[in-house]
């Protein structure tokens, strides 16, 4: 469980994040969406002991990341945006170092590294150094390097970025089968579709705030189920329906010209903040 | 703490096995261009203490290469930091600050044994056998725990890799040409002494070349350079948490 209360983070004068709470269940896949410089990767790296706060609290399955750090450091596992393998070394050996990181004993830290190599498909690999991967097979490693310590919080920092849409959606394959053993998930992406299929519960970032919180259906509920985009002079303007016959009516008499089709979880994003999720 | 700290070392030592070949030729290719230089142009009229001066000039080299190879951990920690990215993965693990700094430095002597066995193999192939007993290898090991935990101090504090060569440009090369290495530091006037006296390199060089002549070293150079290394090895432990934002 996460739970988060009036976090803060400032660099000098510039404020990333001016006051967030938040709680995640245990074994929840919660997504954290927002655009540039909103603060996502900055509650991440917090969160995950990488930078300090500068206000609030947060806790890790109750360990408080400030004074308990060791110990909520053991309950997480990351995977980084970027990719922060040792390219100089084989997949097998940055499983391995980690797993010593983390204090794992010989035995078990062999029999976990087979177990996930198996979990992630590159068993074949294992010998290889990582700078021969590719950039899907890297992001995997990562993935089970995040795995191998049987953290109950795992936290997805833009896990598919850079991906191509099968890969991706293998990914994504992989994040639900994590979650259905009981971890928990903290997901950011700019990928509104990933969000929208993975996450139980999505946060809204703008700005350091959160501006939205829900689950997605109920945020898309709450905006109307249909939306109609019509080109404007001023450029593509949308309107927000019930359902789709309270639509098709304000459209009665125009053939063309506008495009009929479901809210999606951008459509509340740019409803809240007027800004694009990138 | 110990397991993290064998994570740290190992990763630097894996490294370092990939890289032997390499590693070993650049660990030798200035001291050899030293030995040549210095040893054919100097030929065997230049003497200190009715030793030549290759002989004079092989427990400096030894002095030297244990100060740069261990220093050169900082450039390692800095590409696993900005380029790789590694780091974070340390800070991420629930590790001691002394683990990490533990393992780097030890990953830095580690270096610095490897050249100066480097070091005294191409003594040995410009015919130079000296007394190359435990003080010897106690001063270079010391020298190494200095440099090296003076290299993860400050690889902690630079921004970028161009303040690391910068670091190395005002801090080393200086050190390298001054601290003993290449004449008798006791030839230069007084004042000069007395300034190359607080260099770290100055009281190594001084006891490698003491024992390798078969005389008997200062103990307060050992004191000196065990004090200087224990206060870099405790700053290290401090700028840990700096590199953090």
Redesign the interface.
Known sequence: MIQIQNLQKS?GKTRALAGIDLRVGQGELFAYLGPNGAGKTTTIRIL?????LTGGTALLNAHDIRTR???A??Q?G?V?Q????????TVR?NLD??G????MPGVTRKQRILELLDYVELTERAENLVKQLSGGLKRRVLIARALLHHPRILFLDEPTVGLDADIRRRIWGLIKKIQQDGTTIFLTTHYIEEAEFLADRVAFLDEGRIVALDRPDRLIAELGGWAVDQLADSGMQTRYYPDREAAREAMAGRDTGFTLRRVNLEDVYLAQTGKKVQ | MIQGFIAVYLREMIIVKRRFKRLVASMAVSPLLYLLAFSYAMGGEVKFDGFTYTEFLIPGLVAMSSMIQSFAIATDINVARFYWGIFEEFQAAPIRNAAYVAGEVLAGMSRALIAIVVILLLGLAFGVNLDYGPLLWLAALLNSFVFASLAVALAMLVRSHADQSLLTSFVITPMAFLGGTFFPVERLPDWAESILFFLPLTHASESIRAVAFGRVPDWRAYAVLAGVGLLCFLLALKTVNKARD
Do not use: V
Request: proline content about 3%.
């Open positions: 660099y995950t002991g990488l930078t300090q750090s060791r110990a450091k053991r997480c990351l980084p970027q990719i922060n393998l040792d390219g100089e070394l050996e170092i980690h010593r990181l983390f204090a």
